[in-house]
């Protein structure tokens, strides 16, 4: 699942870059280095996540929903409330049987 997780964070990060665009952090060197980090990902990453994807686009889809919904909820936490995600993060690995009891997750079919 390691390779799953890099192909897809990979892709997240091609996707959210690209949005750096046309802002004023999209500059000279940075925009160099972006636009050769972008290609760099893209050639390496693109074969592997077309796979994925192919296989089973529902999967990829909730993962990369995933991911993004915990950046953006993150990204807009002070940091107090970052200390105490942290800590609820800590407290799930410490006892993840508890957590998976009693609190329901569910993959959404994504509507085509």
Do not use: C, P
């Amino acid at each position: 699942m390691d390779v799953v997780k890099s192909i897809i964070l990979s892709q997240l990060l091609l996707e959210n870059n690209e949005e750096l665009k046309g802002t004023k952090f999209y500059r000279q060197e940075l925009k160099r280095d972006l636009n050769k980090i972008i290609g760099s990902l893209d050639k390496y990453s693109r074969e592997y996540y077309d796979t994925l994807y192919n296989n089973d686009n529902d999967m990829v889809n909730n993962i990369m929903n995933r991911i993004e919904a915990i950046t953006m909820k993150l990204s807009s936490s002070t940091i107090e409330d970052l200390i105490l995600i942290d800590a609820v993060i800590d407290k799930y690995n410490e006892n993840k049987e508890w957590f998976k009891k009693h609190e329901q997750v569910e993959f959404l079919k994504i509507n085509q």
